[in-house]
């Protein structure tokens, strides 16, 4: 029995509620789930408009979000600890310019056709005014093995190039056609979308290099294609690779320093295949596991898949289960706090 595809969409509308209610939701229900500290101007008790369009794949969401009020927005350190966010967007903006906007060091107002990066595990701040604008959402778990990203990208405007202007002209007309699609044609939609986000992210990344770190941008590829090749192997080190790729194991490090440590790579590809495996559904036998994805036993990957998702795998894959058979059994959309996206069986 083949299984259908999902596509999973939710819409909030602050029109549903009383005025005095509208942005106690935001603020109280909403952000603190994604990690954000929300604040305006005027009474937290006066009318505030604000709509909120998703559509989901497991990996990929698009959004589209319209707010008729100026309100600020901010993450912190305490704030990151509280939600544990994984969330990462590209923020295409489409109507309104920043007040102000803090990431890091740098300051970076977006206005109209900019496109943003937005890390929610690094800290920033922005005013903004009434704007409007959609977000493409992925988490770092799953992109970590496609993109190196580092907090000096957090607030990067994507240049212009024909991948960026594609993607411009690519969002809206996607978000349009998804209100009518079937299940089918909206998961081949977003899947694409995904694609061309991933392509234009890359490509951004290696624009922003100087012409000495072209090279090396294209030697951290081979790196990141040579540990998904071989993960599953146990003698896997950052001297292998380095052997492999044909660098000395200070460049390789020298290569990853806008990433993560070599070693700490390998391991986190191979717990990024384990919960594929385990979500899958395959991964029943987690000794078995443990050494499909390049452990030496069970008593180590439980100790690092533990560190890494504050779940034993026996946990994990029981959270995902009862997710899937409360909403067979209720029919309903289901927030999942860990990725931050709607589930619907």
């Known amino acids: 029995m083949t299984r259908r595809p999902v596509v999973n969409s939710f819409t909030l509308d602050s029109i549903a509620w009383r005025d005095s ?7 109280e229900e909403l952000a603190p789930k994604l990690g954000l500290l929300v604040a305006r101007r005027e009474s937290t008790k006066a009318p505030f408009e604000f709509r909120v369009k998703h559509y989901s794949i497991p990996c990929f969401a698009l959004e589209s979000v319209d707010f008729g009020d100026p309100f600020q927005v901010q993450v912190t350190e305490k704030s990151m600890v509280t939600a544990k966010s994984d969330r990462i967007s590209l923020h295409y903006r489409t109507a309104g310019t920043d007040l ?6 740098n300051t970076c107002i977006a206005g109209p056709q900019d496109l943003r990066i937005t890390d929610f595990q690094q800290s920033f701040y922005v005013d903004l005014p ?3 604008s959609m977000n493409l959402v992925m988490s770092h778990r799953e992109v970590l093995g496609e993109l190196p990203f580092g907090s000096d990208q957090n607030g990067d405007f994507i240049r212009d190039s024909s991948l960026s202007k594609t993607l411009r002209q690519l969002i809206p007309c996607v978000f349009q056609e998804l209100r009518s699609a ?8 977003l899947g694409h979308l995904r694609q061309l986000t991933i392509d234009t992210l890359r490509f951004h990344m290696i624009r922003d290099l ?7 941008q294209s030697r951290l590829n081979v790196v990141l294609h040579y540990i998904e090749k071989h993960y599953s192997e146990q003698s896997l080190s950052p001297d292998k690779i380095a052997a492999a790729t044909g660098m000395s194991r200070a460049t390789l490090y020298r290569l990853c320093r806008k990433m993560i440590p070599p070693r700490e790579l390998i391991q986190k590809t191979r717990l990024r295949k384990a919960a594929e495996v385990i979500r899958s559904g395959k991964g029943t036998n987690f000794e078995a596991l443990s050494y499909s994805v390049g ?18 795998p026996k946990e994990y894959r029981q959270e995902h289960l009862s997710r899937l058979q409360e909403a067979r059994k209720q029919g309903k959309q289901m927030y999942c706090k860990r990725c931050c996206l709607i589930e619907r069986v």
């Open 295 to 312: 452990f030496s036993g069970r008593q180590s990957f439980t100790r690092a898949f533990q560190k890494e998702f504050e779940l034993s």
């Open 210 to 216: 100087d012409s000495v770190e072209i090279g090396n």
């Open 100 to 105: 102000a906007a803090i990431f890091g060091n």
């Open 21 to 27: 209610d509208q942005f106690g939701f935001l603020r």
């Open 130 to 132: 009434r704007f409007q």
């Open 182 to 189: 079937s299940d089918l044609e909206a998961v081949q939609m």
